[in-house]
């Protein structure tokens, strides 16, 4: 049977934050998957062959050799469809721009081009197979999950991200992000499931961790894309992979869980307040623990407060929040991982007209 397969339509696109040697930064705005791109495009950038020679003192050639072209790193290029702040900020490290309700609308260009910090970018192409449908020999086949349809896979980072020329006429304008990619080694085998690792599809890590040598990784996979986050959501790496699913490896040789634990979706609770008090404070119980929140706290100052209630819990990348500040605007306070809880503890809010907070 042959492994030969087509790569026919780009279907999804994840872009995940790293630093220069290709490791996963966890954090609140660090993952993203869209089908929102025209295009990417890699081009080899080469070493080129040289031609080596020595003349005799007759003028003839006396010893001839040549070195071999050496592939140095790529030039990922992606045309993108729709204006995604947080894509194009994920991948440059730009500012944003956000709404009154701290939610990203646009962004602000910088003369600095990131060298430190770059994204691990992962593309799902379809096209069949010959070895999509194969003919079944016995009644196990009944036991597998998978859907029957494979996707060709593409991994590689890249970093020193910039965007190309904008042309706004009267037609549609494009976005282009184009980068230089690194090699990954650690990457490892990554925190996502993206590979078979049974004869029944069941979705798990790479099979080999990404090393010093290659930039670019292509494979076929039954396991299907993930779904479109809709923006940039959170990054769990130290928080989820715990004892005894190690991202690398444990104490005693123990090794990397061959399935990663699943990135927890977003849990957002909002804390408003209205009444337009002038002092005071309100409770809010965090995983039972009891926060003090003054009455015009900024978003920052209820993640420190919620960071120091639990050190051993919470640090910058498990927690954060966006809005605020209060009372005149609602802060969101968001997690990476499942589970928390927050409820609203006593009220002591002054000044105003009847002063109180919600939790929601």
Same mark, same amino acid.
């Given at each position: 049977?042959?492994?030969?397969?087509?790569?026919?339509?780009?279907?999804?696109?994840?872009?995940?934050?790293?630093?220069?040697?290709?490791?996963?930064?966890?954090?609140?705005?660090?993952?993203?998957?869209?089908?929102?791109?025209?295009?990417?495009?890699?081009?080899?950038?080469?070493?080129?062959?040289?031609?080596?020679?020595?003349?005799?003192?007759?003028?003839?050639?006396?010893?001839?050799?040549?070195?071999?072209?050496?592939?140095?790193?790529?030039?990922?290029?992606?045309?993108?469809?729709?204006?995604?702040?947080?894509?194009?900020?994920?991948?440059?490290?730009?500012?944003?721009?956000?709404?009154?309700?701290?939610? $990203?609308?646009?962004?602000?260009?910088?003369?600095? *081009? !990131? %060298?430190?910090?770059? &994204? =691990?970018?992962?593309?799902? #192409? /379809?096209?069949?197979?010959?070895?999509?449908?194969?003919?079944?020999?016995?009644?196990?086949?009944?036991?597998?999950?998978?859907?029957?349809?494979?996707?060709?896979?593409?991994?590689? $980072?890249?970093?020193?991200?910039?965007?190309?020329? *904008? !042309? %706004?006429?009267?037609? &549609? =304008?494009?976005?282009?992000? #184009? /980068?230089?990619?690194?090699?990954?080694?650690?990457?490892?085998?990554?925190?996502?499931?993206?590979?078979?690792?049974?004869?029944?599809?069941?979705?798990?890590?790479?099979?080999?961790?990404?090393?010093?040598?290659?930039?670019?990784?292509?494979?076929?996979?039954?396991?299907?894309?993930?779904?479109?986050?809709?923006?940039?959501?959170?990054?769990?790496?130290?928080?989820?992979?715990?004892?005894?699913?190690?991202?690398?490896?444990?104490?005693?040789?123990?090794?990397?869980?061959?399935?990663?634990?699943?990135?927890?979706?977003?849990?957002?609770?909002?804390?408003?307040?209205?009444?337009?008090?002038?002092?005071?404070?309100?409770?809010?119980?965090?995983?039972?623990?009891?926060?003090?929140?003054?009455?015009?706290?900024?978003?920052?100052?209820?993640?420190?407060?919620?960071?120091?209630?639990?050190?051993?819990?919470?640090?910058?990348?498990?927690?954060?929040?966006?809005?605020?500040?209060?009372?005149?605007?609602?802060?969101?306070?968001?997690?990476?991982?499942?589970?928390?809880?927050?409820?609203?503890?006593?009220?002591?809010?002054?000044?105003?007209?009847?002063?109180?907070?919600?939790?929601?």
């Amino acid at each position: 049977m042959s492994n030969a397969f087509p790569v026919v339509k780009g279907i999804a696109l994840r872009a995940t934050k790293i630093n220069s040697c290709g490791m996963p930064i966890a954090g609140p705005r660090n993952r993203i998957v869209t089908s929102g791109f025209v295009s990417v495009n890699i081009t080899k950038v080469n070493k080129e062959a040289q031609d080596l020679e020595q003349q005799n003192a007759e003028g003839l050639i006396c010893v001839t050799d040549r070195t071999p072209p050496e592939r140095k790193y790529y030039t990922p290029a992606i045309e993108l469809c729709n204006v995604d702040p947080d894509l194009i900020t994920l991948f440059n490290g730009w500012d944003q721009v956000l709404d009154f309700d701290g939610e $990203g609308v646009g962004f602000r260009d910088d003369p600095e *081009v !990131d %060298i430190d910090y770059g &994204v =691990a970018l992962e593309v799902w #192409t /379809g096209g069949r197979g010959d070895d999509d449908c194969p003919t079944p020999t016995d009644d196990s086949i009944f036991s597998s999950a998978s859907s029957g349809r494979k996707y060709g896979y593409f991994l590689l $980072g890249g970093v020193e991200w910039e965007m190309g020329n *904008v !042309d %706004i006429r009267a037609q &549609v =304008a494009t976005f282009t992000l #184009t /980068g230089r990619t690194i090699a990954m080694p650690h990457w490892g085998r990554g925190p996502y499931n993206v590979a078979a690792t049974d004869s029944d599809g069941t979705p798990g890590r790479l099979l080999t961790p990404v090393s010093q040598k290659e930039h670019f990784t292509v494979f076929r996979t039954p396991v299907p894309p993930p779904d479109p986050t809709g923006g940039a959501v959170p990054l769990a790496t130290s928080s989820i992979f715990v004892s005894p699913s190690y991202y690398y490896g444990g104490p005693a040789n123990a090794p990397a869980v061959a399935v990663a634990p699943e990135q927890a979706p977003v849990e957002g609770f909002t804390l408003t307040v209205t009444g337009a008090p002038t002092a005071g404070s309100f409770d809010i119980l965090v995983d039972g623990a009891e926060i003090v929140v003054p009455y015009n706290a900024t978003a920052q100052e209820v993640v420190d407060a919620v960071i120091a209630s639990n050190p051993d819990v919470f640090n910058e990348t498990s927690v954060w929040a966006t809005g605020g500040p209060l009372p005149t605007t609602a802060v969101v306070l968001d997690f990476d991982s499942e589970g928390h809880t927050v409820t609203l503890g006593a009220l002591a809010l002054t000044g105003g007209t009847s002063p109180t907070a919600t939790v929601t």
